[in-house]
């Protein structure tokens, strides 16, 4: 199956910075990768699809200024969550699919982000 | 206002015995559906899925059943092994390309030795 991976896998950061996670897809062209947030005990959360070279789709209620999303290659997706605050604190998880797999998602084994 | 529900926050099975985990949706124009199994730590994987044309896709000791008329999804794992403790979410898609998914809360399956 196709892998995934995501970097860094666990963060703590304080008040005000900004953290960059990474999303890469290893062996297979992501033509699409999506972000992913979740909260204890409760469903992934999507907050925005992107494609390769293209401008990422946020979902409603998710801040594109606050949440930068992108997709510069088709094996490369960053998420840089900017100003953080402890607010920001959660799970944060990536996948990818391409033409090959059409039918299926392939997700990072997410990172956690703790805003201090 | 969610769209796809899992109403049992956690499930107790014993080892070989059936775990049976429910799911319901509420958009009528969703057409695809899966089932992911996630670990903690870990991102979901994939495990299962089914379309609106059909009723039932067996997969191993997986089986999912699709009811459209009552927009009721289950999945079926038989007999049941301590390995298949972790939290399983439904998902589901209004495309039969399955890119845009509303996942559901999750059920946490626990199965006793």
């Known amino acids: 199956g196709a892998v995934v991976s995501q970097h860094p896998s666990r963060v703590i950061c304080k008040s005000g910075t900004s953290v960059k996670i990474e999303c890469r897809s290893l062996?297979?062209?992501?033509?699409?990768m999506f972000w992913y947030r979740q909260f204890p005990k409760q469903s992934l959360m999507l907050m925005a699809t992107?494609?390769?070279?293209?401008?990422?789709?946020?979902e409603q209620g998710v801040e594109k200024d606050k949440f930068l999303i992108n997709h510069a290659s088709l094996t490369l997706s960053t998420l840089t969550v900017t100003s953080a605050h402890p607010e920001d604190s959660s799970f944060y998880i990536c996948?990818?699919?391409?033409?090959?797999?059409?039918?299926?998602?392939?997700f990072g084994p997410g990172t956690r982000l703790t805003v201090l | 206002d969610q769209q796809v529900k899992q109403n049992s926050p956690s499930l107790s099975v014993q080892e070989g015995r059936i775990s049976i985990l429910n799911c319901d949706y509420t958009?009528?124009?969703?057409?695809?559906f899966l089932w992911y199994k996630k670990y903690p730590a870990e991102g979901p994987t994939f495990l299962i899925s089914?379309?609106?044309?059909?009723d039932k896709n067996e997969d191993g000791r997986f089986t999912v059943f699709l009811n459209k008329s009552a927009k009721h999804l289950s999945l079926h794992i038989v007999p049941s092994q301590p390995g298949d403790s972790a939290v399983y979410f439904c998902?589901?898609?209004?495309?039969?390309?399955?890119?845009?998914?509303?996942f559901g809360p999750g059920t946490r399956l626990s199965v006793l030795p």
């Open positions: 996948s990818a699919s391409s033409g090959v797999y059409k039918n299926e998602q392939f």
């Open positions: 062996d297979f062209q992501a033509t699409t």
């Open positions: 992107s494609n390769e070279g293209s401008k990422a789709t946020y």
């Open positions: 958009n009528s124009m969703f057409d695809y």
């Open positions: 089914i379309s609106s044309i059909k």
């Open positions: 998902a589901a898609s209004p495309d039969l390309n399955g890119q845009n998914f509303v």
